[in-house]
């Protein structure tokens, strides 16, 4: 474990060295101060809609006037999951942010986002975690990508937050279609049975974060949900990036 540490810190300083961290924002560009939060100028703060009002089971952002506490989509559906938070809400800008940290070879932006969501954490005060667990990718994706961005995101979150992170226990068996151009019900049958618990006893009676990047229909956040209650969570809360609007 030591020696995991070690090396993580040394891939995470020579990222630093080759991306540095808070001299641009990494939505326009603009040179920020390195104090600036989330290396975010004023203007593209001001332009990001933060999530404030949200859906109290799934964290999705709610409309100001929008009177229900919970969001259409959780009205319909039992979600597996105990809670969700997400940071901000997804629109373009926040589409092209994410393209460059999973296509782009920006990982770098994993830290500002990990940044943004442990704060959210924070916010919402929740206790001791047991496990930190990112959503993962199937081997052949991985490959493909050569990283899983809930990974690394994850990995810059449990160092904030004191909580370990567990990568291996929870994996992808199934190698889904790629989801953006399904519907919900086509998502919800291509997540079916993707993943596997290897070790149940880890998990058992365990409070677990799961950690993606985008929030949508919930459906794959749900399909490892399910995977984590019956090897016998106590608590499964969720926490991405971003989040679609409620509709």
């Known amino acids: 474990m030591k020696s995991y ?9 020579l990222l630093d060295f080759i991306y540095p961290r808070n001299i641009e924002c990494i939505l326009c560009g603009t040179a920020v101060e390195k104090t600036e939060k ?9 332009q990001i809609h933060f999530v404030n009002k949200e859906c109290k089971k799934c964290g999705k952002p709610l409309e100001e006037m929008y009177l229900p506490d919970t969001c259409h989509d959780c009205m319909l559906t039992n979600h597996f999951f105990t809670a969700g938070y ?19 070879g920006q990982r770098y932006l994993a830290y500002h986002m990990a940044e943004m ?8 005060k929740l206790e001791q975690i047991d496990w930190i667990i990112p959503v993962p990718l199937h081997i052949n994706k991985k490959r493909q990508r050569g990283f899983n961005q809930s990974e ?44 596997q618990i290897l070790d149940p006893s880890k998990i058992k009676a365990k409070k677990i974060l799961l950690i993606d ?19 016998g969570a106590k608590d499964i809360y969720v926490i991405t990036f971003a989040a679609g609007k409620n509709l």
Not at 117 to 124: C, D, F, S, T
Not at 213 to 229: M, Q
């Open 86 to 104: 997400a940071c901000v809400a997804y629109d373009e800008e926040i589409k092209k942010l994410i393209y460059r940290l999973k296509y782009g």
């Open 5 to 13: 540490k070690v090396l993580w810190e040394l891939i995470d300083g």
């Open 152 to 195: 690394i995101i994850g990995q810059y979150i449990s160092r904030q937050m004191g909580w370990p992170l567990d990568r291996e226990n929870l994996i992808r068996i199934k190698d889904t279609a790629t989801q953006n151009k399904l519907s919900k019900e086509e998502r919800k049958i291509n997540m079916k049975n993707a993943f």
């Open 117 to 124: 969501m442990a704060a959210k954490i924070r916010q919402k």
């Open 213 to 231: 990047d985008i929030y949508t229909t919930g459906s794959t956040l749900d399909s490892c949900s399910k995977e984590l209650l019956r090897a």
């Open 38 to 46: 989330y290396s975010l100028c004023t203007a593209c703060k001001c």
